[in-house]
Nanobody, 123 residues
Framework: QVQLVESGGGSVQAGGSLKLSCAAS?????????MAWFRQAPGKGREGVAT??????ITYVDSVKGRFTISRDNANTLSLQMTNLKPEDTAMYYC?????????????????WGQGTQVTVSS
């Protein structure tokens, strides 16, 4: 059973920065082939924000390009550095993993999810 635990959420003003972290446990490497950050704002569906697959290919949703950076710090830790945050970035952010060897923000189909961490950006 893969467990994904997020941390690092909080409240910031527009223009601020936050770094989210995701720690995985109980995994085999194949279960973490593709890792990603998703978010869900109030009243909206869940959307893929950033992905990193087994080939180290990275993709971002257009709205965060140039502001967010996804990185896999080691075999079981995924980070999301968020800068120049905007009120529209306010959402619950989820770490996710799948066995897909190749993935992007449109094709990523998570098998495992974390519980989420809240990010709130005020104007």
């Amino acid at each position: 059973q893969v467990q994904l635990v997020e941390s690092g959420g909080g409240s910031v003003q527009a223009g601020g920065s936050l770094k989210l972290s995701c720690a995985a446990s109980g995994y085999t490497y194949s279960r973490l082939a593709c890792m990603a950050w998703f978010r869900q704002a109030p009243g909206k569906g869940r959307e893929g924000v950033a992905t990193r697959d087994s080939t180290s290919m990275i993709t971002y949703v257009d709205s965060v390009k140039g502001r967010f950076t996804i990185s896999r710090d080691n075999a079981n830790t995924l980070s999301l550095q968020m800068t120049n945050l905007k009120p529209e970035d306010t959402a619950m952010y989820y770490c996710a993993a799948s066995t897909q060897l190749r993935c992007n923000v449109n094709t990523m189909a998570p098998r495992d999810w974390g519980q989420g961490t809240q990010v709130t950006v005020s104007s």
